[in-house]
């Protein structure tokens, strides 16, 4: 299995990325970089990347990857301003599953 977590920094990607990786055999977790750097044949690999948008990494660039590279898995996370709790969002990224909100913009075309 291949997923990719994508989220604003503070987010909580991190603690995601090894949580996950921890639960799926033989998986490797790679972490920064650009999009695609780690890429190749592993049975599990999860894959973390921070939207950075003063440093070039935008939904851009992450359209772009996405375009080139499948993953069977898209998480994207940021954080609720109004209460500063994390907010999970499905795998589509189109649903913010913490208060049934139909609010997050997809990250994949």
Known sequence: MKILILGLGKSGTTAMVYKTAGGLPNCRAFSGGVPGKYVGNYENAVYKHTYEARKGKDFDLYREHLR??????????????????????STD????????RNNTVPIST
């Open 68 to 89: 080139r590279e499948s993953y069977d898995r898209r998480i994207w996370m940021a954080r609720d301003l109004e209460t500063q709790q994390s907010v999970e969002c």
């Open 93 to 100: 990224g189109t649903r913010d599953m913490s208060a049934g």
